[in-house]
């Protein structure tokens, strides 16, 4: 457990609380006074206001759009369902900066619906909502159609035969059953949402702003610290609050159920009514989360001498003058930081989630939440906190590779824990207790006993963190050094110049990044059990 403590407090904890105190402190003493100016000051209101709104907004419309596909997927069997289940997570590792594109591609000035029909919808809210669908589709999917797969249809039709009807006995039964996992998933869209940063940033232009956007904004614009602080601690209490609530849910749906092997409960679609809400899944998989996807990839192709791959030969010159080096190598170093990054979460995550697994408490409970934080608290916090606090002896790490991975593991190490912890916990005390009276060191007990039955989980959490780190923007905008940009870095630098030269090489650097995410998560689905961890 010292590890993984000292590692969140060094790197997280304490780039966090600097760039706090920077911004509330002046001549060594504090200025509490510049909370009220901040949240009373022009703007802030508006942003708060923004931020909540659209995040209950988008939490509705994805449990709406999204609940149907989890029973689909957790009760129906049907040709392709596990190719197409790896096929709708793939948009929620894949970056925000990626979607953001996706959809400017489908939606934008002189996208696929402008061309056929001159609609454009990426200066309304109405494209932050169906990106974020588009993001956050697979969590309810995952989360609640894990549940419901493992649920013993025998007491849905025990009460039937007793006479209740079908709406009265999935009322009844299975809705009671499922409520903790539906608002367990809900809370982690409204987090996500809540924290939405790359996505708003690209697709709500100058109208639109949430709270991470506008420290975003606040600090690396107008050099407003204090500002930045203020929305920093905000979003940290709200943050904070969610993972409360969360913690809450999930705790009650591990005491309450009596689950089944997920296997023997699906079956063939059987009347007109299912074999109609299969097709709606279909539909809305194809409209919301494939055709992004795909115009996405017509746009990396569409040249103004027709179809080509002008725009991926392009990558491989430094004339766009957006980069000190050529566009493609942000390939080879997303790679060699998301590796090193993965490693670096299975180690502090692995410990992490070792420790919680053998331990109970409520110390222990209150470091499991906290474990959480990093994927609601502001990257671009982090980021910059990590400039101005890692800068000196003996952590001077400034011109260090080593910062980047660093960043990236702070995101990735909670997936682990979240992947890991259910999978130790599952693991019979005796037989570790069996092994160490017969002389085995503590490390033989791991690789003989906990080892084998880990593995699966352990890769697992291995490709999230993978995935995650490939697609970290939010930290790594602000360290990645200007001659080593990561893919998310070089296409929201491509997005952000004009002329179709630029849009063609982000749209095709995009799509490179995709089909990477893509591999990571097809190996990933093929190690994955239905009782691996929580996502």
Known sequence: MVLPVAFFAVFFAYPLVEIVARGLRDGGAWHAGRIGEVLTGPGTGHVLWFTVWQALASTALTLVLALPGAYAFARLDFPGKRLLRAVVTVPFVLPTVVAGSAFLALLGRGGLLDQLWGVRLDTTVWAILLAHVFFNYAVVVRTVGGLWGQLDPRQEEAARVLGASRAAAWRTVTLPALAPAVAAAGLIVFLFTFTSFGIVQILGGPTFSTIEVEIYRQTAELFDLPAAAVLTLLQL????????????????????????????????????????????????????????????????????????LAYYRALASADSGAFLVPPIDAVANSLEYALAATAIALVIGGLAAAALSRRAGALLR?????????????????????????????????????????????????????????????????????AAVLGASPLRVWREVDLPMVRRALLTAAGFAFAVSLGEFGATVFIARPDQPTLPVAVARLLGRAGDLNYGQAMALSVVLMVVCALALLLLERVRTDHTGEF
Request: aromatic share 4%; hydrophobic share 55%.
């Open 366 to 434: 209150g470091f499991d939440a906290l474990l959480m934080l990093p994927l609601g608290v502001s990257a671009v916090t982090v980021g910059f906190g990590f400039l101005i606090t890692l800068d000196r002896p003996p952590l001077d790490l400034r011109s260090s590779w080593i910062l980047v991975p660093l960043a990236q593991a702070l995101v990735g190490a909670p997936f682990v824990v979240r992947t890991m912890l259910p999978v130790l916990r599952a693991v019979d005390d005796r037989l570790r207790q069996a």
């Open 237 to 308: 209490v709200a943050v904070g609050a969610i993972l409360a609530v969360h913690a809450v849910t999930v705790r009650r749906r591990e005491r309450a159920l009596h689950l089944v092997d997920a296997a023997g409960t699906a079956q063939r679609p059987r009347g007109a009514a299912q074999w109609a809400l299969l097709g709606g899944v279909l539909a809305t998989v194809g409209l919301l989360l494939l055709l992004p996807l795909g115009v996405l990839v017509e746009r990396s192709l569409h040249t103004a001498g027709g179809y080509g």
